[in-house]
């Protein structure tokens, strides 16, 4: 006698469940800085060296601050942690704090 199981296959058995649980996942980096021009590109650069295109970006300058709001999915956690590392590496980069917002799909 043979035995069909119709459970879910785990995660590890099935890529195409990563990448979806991946694009239902938002990382938001917020990244405080010295108000300077070189800032802003260092940071868009970490994201255009690997083809990606932030789903939100927002700037302010107040003073001698700049701050700066980054929306990003579709990335895996190791890649939003490296990220921030490098985010946190850029000179007059002062704190940068992540977060994420899972969607239901």
């Not at 800085?33 to 970490?46: D, I, K, T």
């Not at 300058?61 to 850029?90: F, K, N, P, W």
């Amino acid at each position: 006698m043979s035995s069909v199981s119709l459970g879910a296959a785990p995660a590890a058995d099935c890529p195409d469940r990563a990448d979806r649980d991946a694009a239902l996942v938002t990382f938001c980096f917020s990244v405080q800085a010295v108000a300077e021009p070189g800032v802003m590109p260092r940071v868009l650069e970490l994201f255009a060296k690997r083809g990606l295109v932030p789903q939100k970006w927002q700037s302010a300058v107040s003073g001698t601050v700049l701050t700066i709001d980054v929306q990003m999915s579709g990335l895996g956690r190791e890649t939003a942690d490296y990220l921030a590392r490098c985010m946190r590496q850029i000179t007059g980069v002062d704190a940068v704090l992540t977060s994420e917002r899972r969607t239901t799909g």
